[in-house]
């Protein structure tokens, strides 16, 4: 058997005494929907779907020899991705709770990296490691734009002093601030798009198969412009308003 076929046979089977048992022999989980026949259907295609989506990203590397670029966004029930003051600086905005975090942590656990831009870094100060999940941590990876960061920024941003490996930054200035503490890779083409595509080769000659980006609002009107820079889209969007949650 292959394929869904072979996740339904796998999901419940039935026990050599003749009873039905809830046991995976292969996910090692117990089910909790009803043995009938097409509940254990239902299970199987699941599990199925799980693991084309586990595999997508490589399946996509070896054939196109290209990162698979998979992009989660989170919005508020009236449409917005963040807040910013007066002074038009980004402030945090928590819009998931901590059912949609800790599968974004599953997503963060099954990427080679994870990306946010240089507005989410300073909003929010984020560590990018997985915490709600089993996994291992991915390399680090800031889209810096025309942002160059001082040395201030740098001694309180999480990513910057973590024991783990250097973070890598994409800047389309210098960071001479950055020297010691991450990997610089300098982009100099006209566009943003042109840029993405460069940091994209960048990755893919490193031999990355899943790049997660996990942008703010200025990174997502970049990313949803028109052009063909991703590859999945995961959208969130809370029922709560980021109006109230602010006020």
Not at 80 to 98: E, R
Not at 122 to 151: C, M, Q, S
Not at 225 to 243: F, I, P, Q, Y
Request: glycine share 6%; aromatic share 8%.
């Amino acid at each position: 058997h292959e394929g869904a076929d072979a996740c339904i046979l796998a999901c419940v089977e039935e026990c050599s005494n003749g009873e039905s048992c809830t046991e995976c022999r292969v996910f090692e989980f117990t089910s909790s929907l009803p043995l009938d026949k097409a509940s254990r259907e239902a299970e199987g295609r699941a599990v199925f779907a799980e693991v084309e989506r586990y595999f997508e990203a490589y399946d996509y590397f070896v054939r196109t020899k290209r990162t698979f670029v998979e992009v989660k966004s989170a919005v508020s029930q009236d449409g917005f991705m963040g807040c910013v003051d007066k002074a038009g600086n980004h402030l945090p905005l928590a819009i998931t709770k901590q059912g949609a975090n800790c599968w974004n942590h599953e997503l963060r656990a099954m990427s080679d990296a994870v990306l946010v831009g240089a507005g989410t870094l300073l909003a929010d100060n984020p560590g990018l490691d997985v915490r709600y999940a089993a996994g291992n941590n991915p390399v680090k990876i800031v889209w810096a734009g025309h942002h160059e960061f001082t040395a201030d920024e740098i001694s309180r941003l999480k990513i910057f002093s973590a024991s783990d490996a250097k973070p890598i930054v994409f800047s389309c200035v210098a960071q001479p601030k950055l020297l010691n503490v991450a990997e610089c890779v300098i982009l100099l083409n006209d566009s943003f798009a042109e840029n993405w595509r460069a940091m994209v080769d960048d990755l893919s000659a490193r031999g990355m198969h899943r790049l997660m980006v996990e942008p703010g609002a200025r990174l997502a009107r970049e990313l949803f412009n028109g052009e063909s820079l991703w590859n999945r889209l995961d959208l969130w969007r809370s029922t709560d308003s980021a109006v109230e949650e602010k006020l």
